[in-house]
């Protein structure tokens, strides 16, 4: 029976996302699966393009001519049925392409036009061998390899013989330093000491230093040089006289060791207990309950997510871990690695593509069962998936904030569905939504209310900016904070101190009284445009001035807020000479691994003060910090955002879990110029409940989410005269299919207006249940996608967590 292939083509644009009917010809008819990418002649002359295969179907109803697939590309479906349903969803949901969402999926590599092998894993028939192969054991293949011989290589790989091997130039080469190694062995060098000259002693230190090398890890020379009195001479003095060795090391070595120490389970408390219980009920069940657990930080939610993942292994299902990326440190990888091994792969980005691809295989295959990743880890090629997990769920960064827009909370809740398995939110301040959530019982709350080491949680201790300014004007260090940095110093205690860059200098502030110009109409700060010279409100569109004085104190000292992390340092630097700092910022952290290295550097102690952005508040567990100084709380309350407030309290939250993890005390230090605020107030008392209920009253007044759904709308255009029209006519169109409840914001220009020449223009629609809705927008998209030729651009984005 001849059979047709309906095709989801690889050319983003409204009009062609749909699947295309293709003709399967005669000699593909038994290999050809869905989700096997095939090239296909497409438009006007037939040009050659890739496609997905969404499903084959026999021809039977169909007349007319169609046009045949002309060469298969993978030689078993990169994509399963399940994640081919997926990718149906995620269309619809985020207002992307389907083939923009099929792409997301697979690993870079699969995307690009790498040329590919098919390899030989395994023995097969010296004739087959022979004829496919040539003799050898690889095989370039691509589309103008002939389908007989493409038949044969599809069995093979069914059969596991081969397996498909992409080339990536590896273009980060592995750049080599130079470190020492004792030559000897202790008695040796004792030997060797008792040989030396009396006056020698800067060579008995030497071997001294050598012999404490002994099963150490090999230092770097350069540290060597700078971290010790010896000097190139002295080195080179120890490596004549054969005591020590130097060797080529890697500089950057995959930051996740190969082998771990294992772990072993530990005695839960009651707390830990009941929410292990309740989820390993839940995948007993088969059910896909989505459970919320809040649990303060050190309360020990690792744990519970790694005992729930062995019962569901040990029911013979999988497990998937989502982890923001930069929570993805060597030590949580070390967690999950020590307790399940080798069973666990690990996806984030800083592996090059082909380790990614390797870890994509190793899933594929079934040789993990544990995957641990970053946000685009929820579509992982599991199968039989028993339990989704999702750690520090409130994350901004599980949001994609380009094509296809989409929440891997979203996805996550969407493969439970579909493998009948739950879900874990974990967090210590749970996204507003997720918590609404619990208390109306979609999702089911489980706390966490105790730390493991029953060690209260840290005194927070709040600073009065607008006091210290008084006495030192221009510095960013209050006399308080000074203090503790200097004690912790000399008692050799560590100190993290974080300098909040959200808002960098797009608000202006009133240093003498804190305050912060807002939205007549909005209750929103206004937003500081250097290009027209005034304030706007991104929501109303509201516009006015910028003040010379401050509208309440009448002050001169307002001004636009922020300063640079290389700024803070050079000033901690002056003001504490002798203090040892490391910065981490997107500047020290570019390179690859070059996070996880300065982390490593300060859990060694080569650093007294580890200063940096929001990047350090996540994941660091070092026992010997006693001190966490915030230098400036305010700067994202400034933000025109309504989730300003919950960010900060969450930033707040979290980095006070860093003080006294261990068995010492910490204290936080938190400098505000508005101390009174309630989101500063509330991650003080370390109080999530108190800031949830105040919080959900002021969203209720607002009108903003939980209490509404939003879906934000951008239009661009190099003329910003058009870009505004068509915002407007926009807006006229939507008004007629929306009920009373709705509300329209804007259009308004957003905050950068102008990106690469062009200007961009925004339109919030908040609404509770508009049945309309979905079906104008995507109306609304299609016909503006004919106006590309006019130089517009559209963008949806449902449920935005970035409103400027
Ligand atoms: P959270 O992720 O909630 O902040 P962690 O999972 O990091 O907390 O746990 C804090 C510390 O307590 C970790 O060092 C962990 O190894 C330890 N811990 C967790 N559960 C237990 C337990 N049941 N018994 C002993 N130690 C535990
Ligand atoms: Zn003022
Ligand atoms: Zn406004």
Redesign the pocket.
């Known amino acids: 029976m001849p059979q047709i292939a309906k095709v989801i083509v690889d050319v983003p644009t409204m009009q062609t996302n749909r699947p295309y009917d293709y003709q399967v010809p005669d000699t593909l008819l038994d290999s050809i699966q869905p989700g096997m990418r095939v090239a296909v002649p497409f438009g006007k002359g037939d040009r050659l393009i890739q496609g997905f295969i969404l499903s084959i179907q026999d021809q039977a109803n169909f007349e007319g001519q169609l046009k045949p697939i002309t060469a298969v590309i993978d030689l078993q479906p990169a994509v399963n049925s399940e994640l081919l349903q997926l990718s149906s969803w995620l269309a619809e949901r985020t207002y992307a392409f389907q083939i923009t969402c099929l792409q997301t999926m697979l690993p870079s590599v699969m995307r690009a036009k790498y040329s590919k092998t098919a390899q030989l894993v395994d023995e097969i028939d010296p004739a087959l061998q022979a004829s496919l192969f040539n003799g050898n054991d690889e095989l370039t293949f691509d589309q103008s390899l002939d389908p007989e011989k493409l038949k044969q290589l599809m069995q093979l790989q069914r059969q596991g013989k081969i397996e498909v091997v992409y080339h990536v130039d590896d273009r980060a080469r592995v750049k080599q330093l130079t470190a020492i190694e004792p030559a000897l062995s202790f008695e040796q060098l004792e030997e060797a000491r008792t040989g030396l000259r009396k006056s020698a002693q800067k060579q008995s230190q030497l071997i001294s230093y050598l012999q404490s090398l002994i099963d150490q890890p090999n230092p770097l020379l350069k540290d060597v040089l700078t971290k010790t009195t010896f000097t190139r001479e002295n080195i080179k003095t120890g490596a004549d006289k054969g005591w020590l060795r130097q060797v080529k090391v890697e500089a950057y070595r995959n930051p996740y060791p190969k082998t771990v120490t294992t772990t072993q389970k530990?005695?839960?408390?009651d707390e830990?207990a009941d929410a292990v219980e309740a989820v390993v009920a839940a995948t007993e069940a088969q059910s896909d309950r989505v459970f919320l657990v809040e649990?303060?930080?050190?309360?020990?939610?690792?744990?519970v997510y790694l005992q729930t993942i062995d019962a569901v292994l040990q029911q013979g299902k999988t497990a998937l871990m989502l982890v923001p990326e930069i929570a993805l440190t060597p030590q949580m990888v070390k967690r999950v690695k020590g307790r399940f091994g080798d069973q666990v792969a690990v996806l984030h980005s800083g592996l090059s593509e082909g380790e990614k691809y390797d870890e994509w295989r190793r899933i594929e295959r079934k040789e993990a069962s544990v995957v641990v990743g970053a946000r685009s880890a929820v579509f992982a090629p599991l199968e039989n998936i028993g339990v989704i997990i999702m750690d520090e769920e409130h994350e901004a960064s599980y949001k994609q904030d380009e094509s296809p827009r989409y929440h891997a909370r979203d996805v996550a809740i969407w493969r439970s569905q579909y493998h009948h398995c739950p879900v874990i939110l974990g967090s210590?301040t749970p996204s507003l939504e997720s918590r609404a959530r619990a208390q109306k019982g979609v999702y089911q709350l489980l706390r966490?209310t105790q730390r493991?080491?029953q060690q209260p949680l840290p005194a927070v201790e709040l600073v009065d900016m607008r006091e210290a300014m008084k006495q030192q004007a221009s510095s960013n260090f209050s006399p308080a904070l000074l203090d503790a940095l200097k004690d912790r110093l000399q008692k050799g205690e560590q100190s993290v101190l974080l300098l909040n860059r959200r808002g960098f200098s797009s608000f202006i502030m009133c240093r003498d009284c804190g305050f912060v110009l807002q939205c007549p109409n909005c209750d929103i700060s206004l937003t500081l445009h250097m290009d027209t010279h005034s304030m706007k409100c991104h929501y109303c569109g509201h516009e006015e001035a910028i003040p010379r004085t401050c509208p309440n104190c009448q002050s001169r000292q307002i001004r636009y807020f922020g300063t640079g992390t290389q700024k803070v340092e050079a000033e901690l630097q002056e003001l504490i000479p002798n203090a040892r700092i490391l910065r981490m910022d997107v500047d020290t952290t570019r390179k690859k691994g070059a996070h996880a290295k300065l982390l490593k550097r300060f859990g060694d102690h080569d650093a007294d003060i580890l200063l940096g952005t929001q990047m350090i508040a996540k994941g660091l567990?070092f026992p010997d910090v006693t001190l966490v100084g915030v230098i400036n709380a305010d700067t994202a309350l400034g933000l025109p955002d309504f989730r300003a407030s919950e960010r900060t309290f969450q930033l707040l939250t979290q980095v006070s879990?860093r003080a006294g993890r261990a068995d010492k005390t910490g204290a936080v230090i938190v400098q505000s110029f508005n101390p009174e605020n309630y989101a500063i107030q509330f991650a003080k008392q370390h109080d999530y409940e108190g800031f949830y209920q105040y919080e959900m009253a002021v969203r209720h007044r607002g009108g903003y989410p939980p209490y509404y759904f939003t879906v934000q709308l951008t239009i661009s255009h190099p003329e910003e005269a058009l870009a505004a029209k068509k915002s407007f006519q926009i807006a006229r169109q939507l008004r007629p299919v929306l009920s009373d409840q709705a509300i329209v914001l804007g259009p308004t220009p957003k905050s950068i207006a102008r990106i690469n020449n062009r200007y961009f223009y925004q339109i919030v629609i908040k609404y509770k249940q508009e049945p309309q809705l979905q079906a104008k927008l995507a109306e609304i998209l299609e016909t503006t996608q004919i106006d590309t030729r006019h130089g517009f651009k559209i963008g949806l984005d449902n449920e935005p967590l970035q409103f400027t």
């Open positions: 530990m005695a839960l408390t830990q649990g303060i930080t050190g309360s020990g939610k690792t744990e210590a966490l493991i080491n567990d879990g």
